[in-house]
């Protein structure tokens, strides 16, 4: 069986970044993220605004290893960090006081992954 390996090369070395993350800082949950973008596009998660006002609360860091889609509505002042978002997605989270970042910006932001939870 040929193994598949990843072709976008922003993603070959995010995930790479990811690990060398977790060696430099001790900090597992860079592993954990890693891995689940190592998985096949089909098996990334897709979270919806409406899960993320379900289970999160104002403060909270959500890292959403996958896409982030706008259905639903927000009101909590969260920041969301994914690999992909939508524009509506983005622009309902900055209108309710949150803000979106990508993965290297959390990780320079947070070394260490503290207080951060992720979403599927």
Partial sequence: ???????????????LDLKEATRVNEAP???DIATRLEKPR???AEVNLSRIELYAKDGDVI???G??????????KVTVVAFQASESARAKIEKA???VMDIPALIAENPKGSS????R
Avoid at 68 to 76: F, T, V, W
Avoid at 116 to 119: D, K, S
């Fill in 97 to 99: 006081g949150g803000r």
């Fill in 67 to 76: 896409k982030l889609l706008g259905a639903g509505l927000i009101s909590k």
């Fill in 29 to 31: 949950i860079w592993r």
């Fill in 116 to 119: 951060v939870r992720i979403m």
């Fill in 1 to 15: 069986m040929k193994r598949i390996t990843k072709t976008n090369p922003y993603l070959v070395q995010l995930i």
């Fill in 63 to 65: 890292v959403v290893p």
């Fill in 42 to 44: 089909s098996r990334w």
